[in-house]
């Protein structure tokens, strides 16, 4: 095999994402032939070379798997948590290959969550050039005002940046409604940040479809394998949300 990025062979081999690698090569856990290396751009080769992370050797996976899970409240989602929490690879004991979670849920969200250890693929769903379409159904403390929904498609400013234009739509007329959300980008806590923008607190917030795959039936906690024809819808929709991005 040719000699290639630490990065992409630890994202393969079902590691980590490869944005995750960088962090973990920085961090001095990863060898090679014995050797600590934390210069991203080092390569190697996983079959000739002996590439360990925390003294674990790697191997190529025998089979490339994709799992959508329903997360849990509480629960991290990390391959590790240095603080004890539960991950959600806490709910995979049945799952022989090693995989790693697609992009992120936080700490008290819930719902669909992807973890494969296809590292390419991995990497397309979670690049800021894909804007693969995610949806969540959200509780709120108060309904937005007219003029406020049409800003928050519009976009409104995070940190100094603009939000893309997002998917807005009311659920339930109620004290505390419950909204739809259509995100293309998803940056730390977005969508909590931007009702907080508007003065409204989230309560409860689960994600319900990335791209083509849905959570559907489900339950908190578990998960199930996609087909080959789940993988093959979700690749097209990448393709189909990069090729908007460019045109």
Request: no cysteine.
């Amino acid at each position: 095999m040719p000699e290639e990025r630490l990065q992409k062979i630890l994202s393969q081999a079902g590691v980590s994402s490869r944005r995750q690698a960088e962090k973990i090569m920085l961090e001095g856990r990863v060898t090679v032939n014995g050797a600590v290396i934390t210069e991203l751009g080092s390569k190697a080769d996983l079959e000739r070379d002996h590439i360990k992370v925390d003294g674990r050797l790697l191997k190529a996976p025998k089979h490339q798997i994709y799992i959508a899970l329903n997360k849990p409240h509480s629960t991290v989602t990390t391959v590790h948590d240095p603080e004890g929490r539960a991950t959600v690879m806490d709910l995979l004991h049945r799952v022989k290959e090693r995989v790693y979670p697609v992009g992120r849920l936080d700490y008290h969200s819930e719902g669909l969550l992807l973890l494969t250890n296809d590292g390419d693929l991995a990497n397309s769903i979670m690049s800021a050039a894909t804007h693969l379409e995610k949806t969540y159904v959200v509780k709120v403390t108060g309904a937005l005002s007219t003029e406020q929904e049409e800003k928050f498609r519009t976009g409104v400013p995070l940190n100094g940046r603009r939000t893309l234009p997002a998917g807005l739509k009311l659920l339930s007329r109620a004290e505390n409604p419950w909204y739809e959300v259509k995100l293309t980008e998803g940056r730390n806590n977005q969508i909590r940040m931007m009702f907080k923008h508007f003065g409204k607190l989230v309560e409860k917030l689960k994600r319900v479809r990335i791209g083509p795959i849905e959570l559907g039936s489900l339950k908190t906690g578990e998960f199930r394998y996609l087909d080959e024809e789940d993988v093959a819808k979700l690749r097209r929709a990448i393709q189909r949300s990069s090729k908007k991005k460019t045109v």
